[in-house]
């Protein structure tokens, strides 16, 4: 089994397909690297496509100690994982948790992102400082369920939510599946997380600084009935400088199981306007009020 070693002695697990340029799939907390296999047998025909299960998740190493999990130890984890394989850039796409790490990446690691691609990125993010507050107490609670009374239970809570009914409805075989791994994995790992990332991280609301530096071309996409991403997502489209963003109708926070065919072309669009030259800053208002005309007309001919 192939493995890297991040910089700070942990192994991670990691799979790779096909030849080209380097795509690297970042997994959500309630997924694995299985999450990206329909991705990694569509994008692996034309890119060297990578996808390696998270710190806390077997057969990566599970550290024992809260301090080892974060926002940005996730990020400097993709770094690690290109490093490992021997890539300076990538591509990289991430969903929720992943998608968040990809945006960390993109801060903490300027130049090295070909692209990213942040899909379900977000969650939690408010400007209400008692709405913040609740979702990190949520997120403690999610980590005391797991060590209580372990990941069944935490399976029938977590992935019965709202934004996991589109999945559900659309797809119960491919459901059925998801809940299956997702209990299956390891619990003490995932406990972890909880309290080390989720709890723990800054909304992108108090990052808007950090988002204006990004120069990385970045692609958020989010489902229209995953109502806790819906704000963020265009906050940060209005915020990072060469962003897009993409939203799929009657579609949850699953985004890539829910509609495989119609998440694969739009990232495969995104990079290959990317690898064309095609992706530069946004020309909207970013916010600032609605343009109906220019400020000053051209001259006539």
Known sequence: MPFITTNDGVKLYYEEAGQGDPIVFV???????????????????RYRSFTYQARGWPPSDVPDKVASYSQARAADDIADVMKGIGISKAHIVGLSMGATAGLEFAIRHPGKGLSITAAGAGSGATRDATELARFAAEANGVADLIDSKGMQALGERYLNAPSRQQLKLKDPRGFTEFFKQFVEGA???????MRGVQSQRAPMFAREAELRAIKDP??????????????????????????????????GHGINLEEPAGFNAVVQDFIHAVEHGKWGESVSTHGKGFAMLPTAMPPKA
């Open 27 to 45: 997994h959500e907390f309630g997924g694995h690297h299985l999450s990206w296999e329909t991705q990694m047998r569509y994008f692996s025909r």
């Open 187 to 193: 619990s003490k790992g995932r406990a972890l997380t």
């Open 218 to 251: 970045v692609l958020i996409v989010c489902g229209d009935e995953d109502d806790s991403t819906l704000e963020v997502s265009l906050f940060m489209k209005r915020t990072i400088p060469r962003c897009g963003l993409m939203v799929f109708p009657r579609t």
